[in-house]
């Protein structure tokens, strides 16, 4: 494995790089405080390719590799991790999956739109009663013969109000547990379809998240995602993805507070000099540096897993489970390395920490990574 960086790649990266700093920091504070979804900022960004970036050219996405997607993630996450989640599903779930395994009905009526950032995705997994659990969907989706009939609610819905096209996965034979699934595309627009409460958030605060209610909603039987029963596989190959980047998400978050934590102990002086001259400072440096490099290679890892046509599972779940405790690791470090500076907003570390700790919840939390990975250990 050669994790050195293309040409292309730093291209990327630095064009990411730009668009945090000019576009997504300013008003990113205000954003947070007010749970304000950045509408502008995710249009620019549908403008510069950055939410259908692995799709096929040909339903206009831009063909990039998983790496040229986690280098995005880790440079937007930095400054604004409500905008880059809302890239992660775009990408990594609605976006790949269709991609992937929506026929080519599908994808010239949908994928085209949400390459471009003419609409968003949403993906409709988890339930009140089964979040990480996609074999326990209460969620029906009842064959009508042309059509399905859709009842149930989804919750913890990312761009739940904003999404035009959501994939909702539904049991349609319970009898057959999770190879009775569907998965499904439903547009905002039908009869039944209803937005629900949105969560008033710990952190990701300008990501709008909501829980949807479906009430009969017919659903075309040609929106169908694959096989009838293919619903549970959907999810899960799906999610696998969805794990590389919100690793690379945690990774941003993790280094955005390193190097803020970094160029505060450069100018702040205590006891006569900078702080970073202290070795209580100069070590929390230290080991902040060596975990974001671990975790980096190991999200680099996952990502080229997926390129190269590897199995990725266990090294996504890896990668999100030491990436996530990393950014909380991090962050409350940052803090410390701000004193009470760190304890307010204008500073961002604050943000940053409240951000962090829900990549180890969404995307499965710690516990469901590590039976991911112990699975795999013992499946041999």
Known sequence: MDFSLTEEHIMIRDAARDFARTELLPGVIERDTHQRFPKEQVKKMGELGFLGMMADPKYGGGGMDTISYVLVMEELS??????????????????????????????????TKLTSGESIGAFCLSEPEAGSDATSQQTTAIDKGDHYILNGTKNWITSGSSADFFLVIAQTHKEKKHHGINAFIVEKTWEGFEIGTKEDKLGIRGSDT?????????????????????????AMKTLSGGRIGIAAQALGIASGAYELARDYSKVRKAFGTEICNHQAIAFKLADMHTNITAARHLVMKSAWDKDQGNSYDMSSAMAKLFASQVAMDTTVEAIQVHGGNGYVKEYHVERLMRDAKITQIYEGTSEIQKIVISRGLLAD
């Open 210 to 234: 909501h829980s949807l209610i479906f009430n009969d909603v017919k659903v075309p039987k040609e929106n169908r995602i694959g096989e009838d029963g293919f619903g549970f596989k959907f």
């Open 78 to 111: 930095k400054i604004d991790a409500s905008a880059s989640v809302i890239v992660s599903v775009n990408n990594s779930l609605v976006c790949w999956g269709l991609d992937t395994y929506a026929n080519e009905a599908q994808k010239e009526k949908y994928l």
